[in-house]
Structures are given as C-alpha cells and as structure tokens.
C-alpha cells in the first residue's frame, strides 16, 4: 500500500476573523494521500478542525506532488519512511 500513497504539497489562502477583523492569509500544508482529491479533502479537514474553517472559507491555489524527501514537515518525512506494521 505505501507505493501507492504520494506526498502532496497544497498551498492556498485561507479566511481567519480573530477579532472581527477579516483577513486572508497564506497557508502551506504537506500531506500524504493517494491521489489529489483525497489530499484535497485531508486539507479540508485539517483546516476545519485545527481554525474551525468552513470549506468556503479556504481557496486552493494549487496541488503538487512532491518527493517525501522534500517536505517540510518532519512528520510526513517520517510517515513516508513507514515500511509496514
């Protein structure tokens, strides 16, 4: 199952109101996903449960594949290093 779960890389724009006070921000999120839609709604359910964002509230800019040497994040490295159970 592993050769077939890819690392995705989604950046975007996201609607935050800390205070009232609207803003969209960028954001930058590596996941690991079998193909882009899955990666797609991974961020959608990241977004929503670590800002409480709606799925109108947040605008994909664009979704690449990238190598798992190539993120960011630590976790994803390591979780793209799993071999098995």
Do not use: C
């Not at 989604?10 to 990666?39: C, H, K, M, N, Y």
């Not at 409480?52 to 979780?79: T, Y």
């Amino acid at each position: 199952m592993n050769d077939r779960v890819r690392t995705f890389r989604v950046q975007g724009i996201a609607l935050f109101s800390p205070d009232r006070t609207r803003f969209w921000q960028r954001f930058s999120i590596e996941v690991r996903a079998v193909d882009r839609e899955d990666a797609l709604e991974k961020v959608y359910s990241l977004m929503g449960s670590r800002h409480k964002l709606r799925r109108e509230h947040l605008k994909i800019l664009e979704v690449v594949e990238i190598r798992p040497e190539e993120a960011r994040s630590r976790h994803v490295r390591e979780l793209a290093r799993l071999e098995g159970w």
